[in-house]
Structures are given as structure tokens and as C-alpha cells.
């Protein structure tokens, strides 16, 4: 446990405690709209965590996460309605379905050397693979939806994940911490090390005796198990599901910007990317629809030039920038 | 007993003969050479040898175990650390997780390897450069960054790619300081791709000459730099 | 039935070579530039709402369109090569990756907002005309658009062959220092690239809107189908992303023809993945 924080200086774990504290009473201060987009924010920064283990950790370029949102979050969906099974119980299953998914792309993808953009572009095929897949299969409601039924707001059953969005706050809060944690440890690991090297030079990593292809592999699998969970909580957070929405490009581009924004490949970045870009996205929205201007496209017209700016002027992100200004780097 | 054992490996790409029949042997703790003029097929044969490439034909023992066609990363587990020609550090890591990456390879844990690392560091006077990114050093560091790696991994033999080029006349004598220093305290075998011939005339008891993918000389360095063929391959060069 | 079938593969082939020619355009950036456009789908997106601009406002037949069009969208190219990609040609690839995915955003929202979110299409008087050779009845739209996509291709590898400047390109991808010491103009040939490219991408757009229909939400699908027929055809042959897209388009009618239109995707996803597996370097491409 104490690894966890080694090199820390101690005005950044004042820094983490005192923004813990914060998400912790925020419910209570905050009204339902700032309430709502809280929790959007904590899975965005969740989801991003995950993306960021195989592409910032591991260096695996993948533009297509939204398959394993989406197919934990049908596996959760399709235990819970057909068969009443709660959704923690249903999580297995989903990381199970979305483990096995990753194995298989990065079986494909790695064993026959295909890299870098293509092995982006093999992730998007098979989302749409499996989205198309989706839209063709009744029994979970095809192009036309699966709904779970709608919760009763005034009381909350952990158990099975119907409830207010209180609730749905604290247990993506404890998600993200989880998260966070586990992929300090996983950083600092020997897994962390092999991955980073694999990332910054496939060669030398061999050379040096790391099986390229069985790491490439781990990595693949252990984010897209982690990112089951966001689908599963998707699915009972939203209470339907559309495979033209969850398997969509536009999701998996959502997901790996705020990593992208906050900082690839550092532990803070997918969080400060989510609490910077999911709040101007809606703010902007609000915005519009308040001025009257309701045209499809400018939110994602807005995503668009954050990145191009932040790709072109800050190749590094917000946070490596941030954590130098106020002397939060961590130290050897 | 050899160390390594090469019998006639040879190595073709698309039509090119960049390796004919070569065949060379390494005793336990020695140190070696391996020269010839550029394009020889020097660093192919290191290439065949740490497993880049399988050899077309031929055999390679490694301390009495075939090891040709094996994975770069099992040759290096079974003992054999190499240094690329063209360095390939790991730009976005500091120099000490540069060399912690490889010390995993003999390591039960992390702290362990950092503290192997640390030490290989302190042996390439780099220590003082530890927490510096790969990326901000020079290329003569970066050079010995990547030593100080494939010595990390605890090899029984050392492949070093013309770890000497660029650098100045002190700084060769330091770094054969270290390696023979390395290699009497542990008998580390040691063979090394050199046109540094300061390097190899104090270094290497014994040298292999290549030239067109072929080997026209080995033997002790005295009689090797004398022998006609191989002023001809260098001579013949320089005419060009 | 077996009239079907026919039908179906040879209007798909026809198809095919279009795409075929759409996939040429990214073949050619990226074996030289060594750049992934991304945003290739969107940008030829664009190329096909300016043909329905050039339609509306001149009664231009997309045929003709071609050229406006081409040159228009090579303009566009050699810009964005010079103005925003070249900077980015020694940064990770990733980091060129993520650029061109942003610009892909943009254009694709840019032309959801310019030209809302329903399909536009071309009537030419042609368009319901056919040729009958026996069972087989093909359109005569699709013969056009497939003899067109030829002529292109054509020119395109004569360039390539026959041209001083077509060599300077090839030079500069065979080896990008060694171009600079012998005094080519790497910035210049690499605007060159992305604007011939483009250009490549101008003329499939126009010929694919004498057969589909435009949305503005398509450019995504069309970038992935680009490289899917790439990397089937082969990385880096240029007639290997010809016969793929001809592969492609085949599979795509009979497809739609033996189970749905809508799920036709999935056969070209399939071809993919087969040829991962079976034969990784692709149809002509070369082992590594």
C-alpha cells in the first residue's frame, strides 16, 4: 500500500485528498443538472483510465472501445432482463465477453504484425463488426433497442444497480479511485515497466528479453476487462440500449479524449481530461440551445478543434504541464 | 568448452548474400571481435545470432543448446545481451528505468532491479544522469545507456554494435576500462562489432574478419591486422 | 436465381472499382507521406457535396464535375499537406494519427451543419438507363463510373511510371534523406502526394454519387472501407488496392443480394479478417 504513494510530494496528496473530499460531499451541494454531469465525467474519466492502460501504458492504439463498452453493457443487460441475474454477477459475464473480444482482436492483430494505425483501424472494424452484429439480432432487441426496466427513483438497491443518481455517483466514484489505484500499482509493476518499454520501442523491449506479443496481449485484455464495467454501468445507469449508439465511433473518440487531452499515458490525465472536457462540451450545448441555435454537430464541431488545438500546441496534454506548474510531479 | 558455437550460418534477403557460410566459436570469458568493412555482414550476423532474423541454414549453440530460430527475447533470457547499432533507448523513460527495463529480466522484483540497475549505472558512470529522460542525452550516452542495459539483463555474453563510434579517445579507453574490468570480475564473454581499432587491438584476444558475408580471417589481432587478405578488403575500400 | 447472382457481382465489381480508386488515394499519401489520412472518407464526403453544389448550380453532370472537382480537392490536399500536416511528419504516429482524426471530426460535423442530416443524390437522365448482354443487365451509370475509375487509375500509374516528377515522389517514399541530399523538394512532392491523392479521392467521389446516395454521417464508414480494401489489396501495391476494391465491392452486392443490404458491412469486415488471417501482407502486398 505504501508504493502506492512513494515519490509523492506532500502537497500532492494534500492536493488528492482535498479533491477526494470534494467529489465526496459534491452530491449534496450540487443540484441535479451539475449532479448528472458529475457522473458523466466520473465515467468518462473510468473509461478513459481504461483506454489509457493500453494505449498510454502499452502503446496499442485502440479507436474502437466503445465495442467493449458496448458489449459489457449488452452482457449485463441480457443477464439482468432474461435471466434476473444481478449486475455484479452480470459484470463477470461482461468482462468475460469483453476480455475474450480484446483476446481475439489482439490475437489477430499482433500475431501477424500488424501495428500502429492498423491495429486502430482493425479495433474500429471489428466495433463495427459487432455493431452491425447487433442491429441483426432479435433476441436482444436489434437495430430497435434493448430496454431495462425503469428504475424507481425514491429508493436504492446497490444490489441490483436500480436507483437515484446519487447512488450511480458513488459507485462510479468508487470506480474511479479503484481504478486509479490499480493502475498506479499496475504502473509501477513489472507489467508497467514491460509495457512502457514495448511503447517506447518494440526491439529493444525484446532485446532485452520482454515477450513482446504476450504483454501486447495482456494489455489488450486487462482494458478491455476494465472497460466492461463502464458498459455494465451504462447499461443500468441509461436503462436502454442502442447498438447505432453505444458501438458508435463517435463513442470510442469520446472516450480516448480525455486521456488524450488530460495527458497519455499518466495516471491524472484521464481524470483531468474528463473534468475539462465533459463540462465545456455541455456547457457549450446548454449554451447554444439557450441562444436558440439547435443544429446537430456543433458539440462534436467543438471536440473536433479541441483536439486538433491540444494535439497541435500541447502534444503532451494538460496534466504534465499542470503537475510542473504546481510541483505535484512525482519524485524518484 | 565454447560459449557460443556458430557453424556455418548463412543469411539471404530478396536475392542479397549478406551472410555465406560463417562459422565462429566464443570460449567461456573470453573477448572477441568481430571487423570488416561496412556492409560486411557484421551486424546481420549479430542479428542472426541474438534471433532479429533466422539464419537460412547452419547452427548456433549458446552454452550447449541450439538456439537458432529462437525469439529475440528468449535468446536474451537464455543469456545473450546485445546493444543495437542504431541505439533504440526508450526516449520517454528516464535512464534509470532505461536500465531497470533490462535488470527485470535477472530480477525477482522491482526494488531489486532498481538497485541492479543503479549499480550497472554507477559501473558506466551514468549515475549521475539517472533521473535525466533517455531522451536529453547525448549519443555517446545514449550509447551507454544502451550497455548499461544489456548488462543489466545479466547476460552470459555481451553483443556490443560499435558501441565506440563517436566517441573520443578517452572516453574508448574508459569504456574498455570497463569492460575488461566487467569481464575479469565476472567473466562476462564478451563480442563486440568495432571500427574502432584502439578499442579492439586492447580489448579482443582473437578476431573474426567478414567481408561480403564471408569470413577471409580469424585469429589472435597481431597476426590478423597483418594479413593480406584482410588489408586487401580495407585497402580495396579505401581505393574506392 | 443464378441471373441474380451475376447481376449482383458484376454491378458490385463495377462498384468495386470505384472504391478502388477511393482506396488508391490513401494508398498513395501514405506510402509516401507515410501519413495515415484519417479523414479520408470525410474528405471525399466533401468532394461529393461540392459535385451536388457544381449539379444545382451549373446542371454539371458528375462526369464532368470530375475535373473541377479533382482539382479543387488536390488544392485542398497540397494545403493541408503543407499548412498543417507537415509539420507533423516527424512526430509519433500516433500524434499524426489523432490530427487527422480531429480534422475528420470537424469535416464531418462541418457538413452535418452545412447540409443537415438528410441523403442528397445527382439525377442524371441516364440513371435508369441500362445495357442488356443476355441474362445480364448492368447499368449504365455504373459502366461510366467504372470505366472512368479506370482512366484514373491509369493516369495515375503512368504518373507514377512514366513522369519526372512521378519518380521524384517515388524517390522521396524509397528514401526520405536521400531525396533531400540530391536537392528534391520533399516539402513540395510531399504537398504534391497528398494533393494527388485527394484528387484520386475527388474524382471516386464524384463517381460514387452517380450511384449513392451522400449523408454527411458517411465519411467515417468510407474512411474504414478504405483501408480495409488497402490492407486486403496489400500495403504499399497500388494494383492491389484496385483488385481489392473490385474483391470489395462484389462481396458487398452478393451480400446484399443472400441476406441484407444493411449487413453487407460485415462481409467486408470478414474479408478482412480472413485475409489477417491466411494472408497477413495482403493479396499483392509483399512479406516483410
Known amino acids: ?332 | 568448452m565454447a560459449l557460443l558455437e556458430v557453424v556455418g550460418i548463412g543469411k539471404h534477403f530478396r536475392g542479397l548474400r549478406a551472410l555465406h557460410d560463417v562459422s565462429f566459436s566464443i570460449p567461456q570469458g573470453a573477448i572477441h571481435a568481430m571487423i570488416g568493412p561496412n556492409g560486411a555482414g557484421k551486424t546481420t550476423c549479430f542479428n542472426v545470432v541474438a534471433g532479429v532474423y533466422k539464419p537460412d541454414g547452419g547452427s548456433i549453440r549458446f552454452d550447449g543448446k541450439p538456439i537458432a530460430g529462437l525469439r529475440p527475447d528468449q535468446i536474451c533470457r537464455a543469456g545473450i545481451g546485445r546493444t543495437f547499432q542504431v541505439v533504440k533507448p526508450f526516449p520517454g523513460l528516464s535512464v534509470l528505468d532505461n536500465v531497470v527495463v533490462g535488470a527485470l529480466n535477472a530480477s525477482a522484483s522491482v526494488a531489486q532491479a532498481r538497485k541492479e540497475a543503479m549499480r550497472v549505472l554507477e559501473l558506466l558512470h551514468l549515475a549521475d544522469k539517472a533521473k535525466h529522460p533517455a531522451a536529453s542525452l547525448t549519443l555517446p550516452e545514449r550509447k551507454r545507456v544502451e550497455v548499461a542495459r544489456a548488462m543489466a539483463t545479466g547476460p552470459k555474453l555481451l553483443l556490443l554494435d560499435e558501441v565506440m563510434a563517436g566517441l573520443r579517445p578517452t572516453e574508448v579507453d574508459e569504456m574498455v576500462a570497463v569492460f575488461r574490468r566487467v569481464n575479469q570480475e565476472t567473466g562476462l564473454t564478451i563480442l563486440l562489432i568495432e571500427h574502432v581499432m584502439r578499442a579492439v587491438m586492447a580489448l579482443a584476444q582473437h578476431i573474426v574478419v567478414l567481408h561480403y558475408g564471408e569470413k577471409i580471417a580469424e585469429g589472435a589481432p597481431q597476426e590478423v591486422v597483418k594479413d593480406p587478405k584482410v588489408l586487401e578488403c580495407y585497402l580495396g575500400e579505401e581505393a574506392l | 436465381m443464378s441471373d441474380l447472382y451475376l447481376n449482383a457481382a458484376v454491378g458490385g465489381a463495377l462498384t468495386g472499382l470505384v472504391y478502388g480508386l477511393m482506396a488508391l488515394g490513401l494508398s498513395v499519401i501514405f506510402g509516401v507521406v507515410r501519413v495515415v489520412n484519417f479523414a479520408h472518407g470525410e474528405m471525399m464526403t466533401g468532394a461529393m457535396y461540392g459535385a451536388i453544389l457544381l449539379a444545382q448550380a451549373f446542371k454539371l453532370d458528375p462526369l464532368v464535375a470530375m475535373a473541377p472537382i479533382a482539382i479543387g480537392m488536390f488544392l485542398l490536399g497540397y494545403g493541408l499537406q503543407r499548412g498543417l500536416v507537415n509539420s507533423f511528419v516527424q512526430r509519433p504516429e500516433h500524434t499524426q494519427f489523432m490530427l487527422m482524426v480531429a480534422v475528420a471530426i470537424i469535416l464531418t460535423n462541418s457538413q452535418l451543419i452545412a447540409f443537415g442530416p438528410n441523403a442528397r443524390n445527382v439525377q442524371v437522365d441516364y440513371a435508369l438507363d441500362s445495357y442488356q448482354f443476355g441474362a445480364l443487365i448492368i447499368d449504365k451509370v455504373r459502366i461510366f463510373a467504372a470505366i472512368a475509375a479506370l482512366a484514373v487509375s491509369g493516369a495515375l500509374f503512368a504518373f507514377f511510371r512514366f513522369t519526372l516528377t512521378g519518380r521524384a515522389i517515388r524517390a522521396c517514399a524509397d528514401n526520405y534523406l536521400g531525396a533531400q541530399v540530391v536537392g528534391l523538394n520533399v516539402k513540395h512532392l510531399y504537398g504534391l502526394t497528398f494533393g494527388i491523392g485527394a484528387a484520386c479521392l475527388g474524382a471516386a467521389g464524384c463517381l460514387l454519387l452517380l450511384l449513392l446516395d451522400v449523408t454527411p454521417l458517411q465519411g467515417p464508414s468510407y474512411t474504414l472501407l478504405a483501408f480495409i480494401i488497402v490492407i486486403v489489396g496489400g500495403m504499399g501495391s497500388l494494383t492491389g488496392a484496385l483488385l481489392s476494391g473490385l474483391l470489395v465491392g462484389v462481396s458487398e452486392a452478393l451480400a446484399g443480394v443472400a441476406f441484407d443490404p444493411s449487413a453487407k458491412s460485415m462481409f467486408t469486415f470478414a474479408l478482412l479478417i480472413l485475409v489477417l488471417l491466411f494472408r497477413p501482407q495482403g493479396l499483392l502486398g509483399r512479406r516483410p
Open chain 1, 1 to 332: 500500500m505504501n508504493m502506492l504513494f512513494d515519490g509523492l510530494p506532500r502537497r500532492a496528496l494534500v492536493a488528492l485528498g482535498l479533491f477526494l473530499a470534494v467529489l465526496l460531499v459534491a452530491p449534496w451541494l450540487v443540484n441535479a443538472y451539475i449532479l448528472s454531469l458529475l457522473v458523466v465525467v466520473l465515467y468518462f474519466a473510468y473509461a478513459g483510465q481504461a483506454w489509457n492502460v493500453m494505449m498510454g501504458f502499452a502503446g496499442q492504439l485502440s479507436l474502437g472501445h466503445s465495442l467493449y463498452v458496448g458489449l459489457g453493457a449488452y452482457a449485463a443487460a441480457m443477464m439482468f432482463t432474461k435471466f434476473g441475474v444481478n449486475p455484479w454477477v452480470g459484470l463477470l459475464v461482461a468482462v468475460a465477453t469483453t476480455t475474450a473480444m480484446g483476446a481475439i482482436i489482439g490475437f489477430l492483430a499482433f500475431r501477424f504484425g500488424i501495428g500502429g494505425v492498423y491495429f486502430a483501424i482493425l479495433t474500429i472494424a471489428f466495433s463495427e463488426f459487432v455493431r452491425v452484429g447487433f442491429d441483426h439480432w432479435p433476441w436482444l432487441g436489434g437495430s430497435g433497442g434493448l430496454f431495462l426496466p425503469v428504475a424507481n427513483l425514491s429508493s436504492n438497491d446497490l444490489l441490483n444497480l436500480r436507483g437515484a443518481p446519487i447512488m450511480f455517483y458513488y459507485v462510479m466514484l468508487a470506480m474511479c479511485v479503484a481504478a486509479l489505484g490499480f493502475c498506479r500499482w499496475l504502473l509501477g509493476s513489472r507489467l508497467g515497466y514491460y509495457w512502457q518499454a514495448i511503447r517506447e520501442n518494440e526491439d529493444a523491449a525484446a532485446a532485452l528479453g520482454i515477450p513482446v506479443f504476450r504483454y501486447k496481449m495482456i494489455a489488450v485484455m486487462l482494458s478491455s476487462a476494465m472497460t466492461a464495467f463502464a458498459g455494465v454501468f451504462y447499461a443500468f445507469y441509461y436503462n436502454n440500449l442502442f447498438p447505432e449508439q453505444i458501438f458508435s465511433m463517435g463513442r470510442s473518440i469520446e472516450i480516448i479524449l480525455g486521456p488524450i487531452i488530460g495527458g497519455l499515458g499518466t495516471l491524472i490525465g484521464p481524470i483531468v481530461g474528463a473534468f475539462v472536457l465533459t463540462p465545456l462540451a455541455d456547457g457549450l450545448s446548454e449554451l447554444l440551445q439557450w441562444a436558440g441555435i439547435d443544429v446537430p454537430g456543433v458539440k462534436q464541431v467543438f471536440y473536433g478543434i479541441c483536439l486538433l488545438l491540444v494535439v497541435v500546441f500541447l502534444p503532451n496534454g494538460i496534466w504534465p504541464m499542470l503537475a510542473r506548474r504546481l510541483g505535484l510531479e512525482r519524485e524518484h
